[in-house]
């Protein structure tokens, strides 16, 4: 049995990061500046797209986002229930209806068919997301949003660094909110970014970062805020503090070697996993040509494993090494199931079958080889199916 702990996630922080971050605590301006605009023009040097904006949270880029759209009661915005329960709570605080529809059961990703059956006169969003760092159908779902006018906002917190078939790299086309949470592929300790080739809409989102004054905190020659800074729509408070943004630039620099690392561990785990009964491992999806391996998901079938999820992740956790569940579904959360009147699904099934079934192993840069054996060993030790025997 391992002697150390090896938790799901882990951030890669390396000297570099830590000088970035040091330089910015010896600078004098700690708050939303010159690093916070140098984090935003690498995402559009990247992407080639028009405009990023950095936030907080990718939650608080969300909330931006939705009310940039003057999304509101009476809407309604088509997303899978199988995602984060951030997005589903703006949508609600906002007044506006979620709609949820299904997931392929291997892909976990809401396809264009679903998508579209799900639309009404009342949709004024629809939010796909590019799950465990593969690539939704984008290139679809934009073509039947537009015949209808209605907007896409792109929920990409899994997938920086993620390329589609058609060779673009997600967040190049339309708008999309990546995530930098520290357990993402790469981290600002906390943040957010936007991007999207709209610039009036993301005008509106960078000033209603900043409590809708016309200008930033940081203005180019000068520490400080113009006095003609005018509110010019009432807005919030999420701006990413430099201190954040010199990590996630400084970490942004290595997405590439990240993500390959990522991707040499995930197909170790198929390797090792294959075969294992009731152990099942997420199918590629058809638009990834490069995927970012935010996640390395299972699911654990107790039919047919021997064993439920719960028994599972607690047989891993006394052999030292610890899972994630990402996510349980949105609509079977507490409050929702209180109020089924204020969110609507259609035909969930494989949804639900993959919210009692769905768990993420240990998957970041730092990680050995030896330490995907040694996961898939315990597992093969634990299954019933396979031979094994749970702690």
Not at 294 to 315: C, Q, S, W
């Amino acid at each position: 049995m391992r002697q150390e702990f090896l938790p799901f996630a882990r951030p890669s922080i390396s000297e570099e990061d830590v000088a970035a971050v040091s330089e910015v605590l010896r600078s004098g301006w700690i708050t939303t500046g010159a690093r916070c605009a140098g984090l935003e023009a690498a995402f559009v040097d990247r992407l080639g797209t028009t405009t990023a904006v950095a936030t907080s949270s990718a939650t608080g880029a969300m909330h931006l986002a939705l009310l940039a759209l003057d999304i509101g009661p009476g809407d309604e915005v088509v997303t899978p229930s199988m995602t984060w329960i951030s997005t589903i709570n703006m949508i609600v605080r906002l007044g506006a209806t979620p709609v949820f529809v299904d997931v392929d059961r291997d892909t976990l990703m809401a396809g264009p068919a679903e998508i579209e059956a799900a639309v009404t006169g009342r949709t004024r969003a629809i939010i796909p997301v590019d799950y465990a760092g593969a690539a939704a159908e984008l290139p679809a779902i934009r073509a039947l949003a537009a015949k209808r006018g209605i907007a896409v906002i792109e929920d990409a917190a899994h997938a920086v660094g993620t390329r589609r078939r058609c060779g673009e790299e997600v967040g190049s086309t339309g708008t999309a909110i990546f995530s930098l949470h520290p357990i993402k592929n790469i981290t600002s300790g906390e943040g957010g970014v936007l991007v999207t080739d709209d610039a009036e809409f993301g005008d509106r989102v960078r000033r209603l970062r900043f409590h809708g004054l016309g200008v930033d905190a940081w203005e180019r020659g000068q520490q400080g805020r113009s006095p003609q800074a005018e509110v010019l729509e009432p807005g919030f408070k999420y701006n990413l503090p430099d201190m954040n943004a010199a990590l996630g630039h400084s970490q942004f620099n290595r997405l590439d070697d990240f993500i390959d690392r990522r991707r040499d561990l995930a197909f170790r785990y198929r390797d090792r996993l294959a075969g294992t009964p009731g152990v099942l491992p997420l199918a590629d999806a058809a638009e990834t040509d490069r995927h970012a391996w935010h996640l390395f998901i299972v699911r654990v079938d107790p039919e047919t494993a021997g064993i439920d999820r719960g028994g599972f992740m607690e047989a891993l956790k006394a052999r030292n090494i610890g899972t994630g569940i990402h996510f349980r579904a949105a609509h079977g959360q507490r409050w929702f199931v209180d109020h089924p009147d204020r969110w609507r699904g259609v035909d969930l099934a494989d949804t639900e079958w993959n919210s009692e079934r769905i768990c993420s192993l240990p998957l970041f840069p730092a990680m050995r080889d030896e330490d995907v054996d040694e996961v898939a060993r315990a597992i093969r030790e634990i299954v019933p199916a396979a031979g094994g025997v749970p702690a």
